[in-house]
């Protein structure tokens, strides 16, 4: 069972920058592709957008380029977002995600196992 906990979530003016860290309960990385997603506000039910992840072997992928940045710390089993010149459209609940590699080495997004609670991010103009 893998515990996803995240933070640095909040209230920020549009071109404003945050960090949003998410700590998990074991060593993850080497196990595991690591993604950040989001959920926009009013519109439950709505699947989340995937906003970027690392595959295996620390491949990075993006759906915000240019603006956000994944990364991670082995050491502290922290899975980190920077984002910067934030938008209004970036407001939403950012999840943190955990997909267990497959045999085959890919990992499967379609049914994701592992979520953190989710944290606000609020960008106002």
């Known amino acids: 069972q893998v515990q996803l906990v995240e933070s640095g979530g909040g209230s920020v003016q549009v071109g404003g920058s945050l960090r949003l860290s998410c700590a998990a309960s074991a060593y993850t990385y080497s196990n595991y592709c690591m993604g950040w997603f989001r959920e926009a506000p009013g519109k439950p039910g709505k699947e989340r957008e995937r906003v970027a992840r690392i595959l295996r072997h620390g491949f990075k992928t993006y759906s915000v380029k240019d603006r956000f940045t994944i990364s991670t710390d082995n050491a502290k089993n922290t899975l980190y977002l920077q984002m910067s010149s934030l938008k209004p459209e970036d407001t939403g609940t950012y999840y943190c995600?955990?997909?267990?590699?497959?045999?085959?080495?890919?990992?499967?997004?379609?049914?994701?196992?592992?979520w953190g609670q989710g944290t606000q991010v609020t960008v106002s103009s």
């Open positions: 995600a955990a997909v267990p590699f497959a045999p085959s080495g890919y990992c499967y997004w379609d049914s994701i196992p592992y």
